[in-house]
């Protein structure tokens, strides 16, 4: 299993608000290290979507956020579009394993 | 406009070794890390390794017990990655991502298209 625990799915209806949480430990998240967040499309590379945990690259939309709070990350998506059916990976280093570390990751499916 | 562009397929033997390169362009290559990154068939991502701009590497060390080697060579812009004593687990698309920070922790914002590794006998 992943050092970074992530719901297998989350699901929610066009417009709708989810979120997708992403749970370390003392070693990563709750040692202060930055968190990421990455959607993927199937078939395609990964796309950096949010960085130390609230940035948003140019281009990806403002219904993105991202937060942190002790050794938990967030990743939002409010108003729900079909475009956004992925799958979605949080990041982070683990300083005990001296190594980045993954979510096992999140598909959101838009009912 | 950044651009990686990595290797084509491989298929290899259990105990053999592959060697994935990744060609950069559209930025100074010299000022970033390099993060490698593998998914295998229906898997979630994992972190292979980096290498820094002056050539620190740092990998998987648990995962892949000494087996990774990640270079960089300036003349031509490209990162490689080698893994060597391959078993079928490693049958995965290796990525190479583009780390814009400063340390070892940063993310990966730019991402080359793939390359299919397989391991068969």
């Known amino acids: 299993q992943s050092v970074l625990t992530q719901p297998p799915s989350v699901s929610g209806a066009p417009g709708q608000r989810v979120t997708i949480s992403c749970t370390g430990s003392s070693s990563n998240i709750g040692a202060g290290y930055d968190v990421h967040w990455y959607q993927q499309l199937p078939g395609t590379a990964p796309k950096l979507l949010m960085y130390?945990?609230?940035n948003r690259p140019s281009g990806v939309p403002d219904r993105f956020s991202g937060s942190k709070s002790g050794t938990s990350a967030s990743l939002a998506i409010t108003g729900l579009q079909a475009e956004d059916e992925a799958d979605y990976y949080c990041q982070s280093y683990d300083g005990s394993l001296s190594a980045s570390v993954f979510g096992g990751g999140t598909r959101l499916t838009v009912l | 406009q950044v651009q990686l562009v990595q290797s084509g397929a491989e298929v290899k033997k259990p105990g053999a070794s592959v060697s994935v390169s990744c060609k950069a362009s559209g930025y100074t290559f010299t000022n970033y890390y390099m993060h490698w990154v593998r998914q295998a068939p229906g898997q979630g991502l994992e972190w292979v390794g980096i290498?820094?701009?002056?050539?620190?590497?740092?990998s998987n060390t648990q995962k892949f017990q000494g087996r990774v080697t990640m270079t960089r060579d300036t003349s031509t812009r490209t990162v490689y990655m080698e893994l060597r004593n391959l078993r079928s687990e490693d049958t995965a698309v290796y990525y190479c991502?583009?780390?814009?920070?400063?340390?070892?922790?940063?993310?990966?914002?730019?991402w080359g298209q793939g390359t299919l590794v397989t391991v068969s006998s």
């Open positions: 290498i820094s701009p002056s050539g620190v590497i740092t």
């Open positions: 130390i945990t609230y």
């Open positions: 991502g583009r780390g814009p920070g400063a340390t070892l922790t940063t993310h990966a914002d730019y």
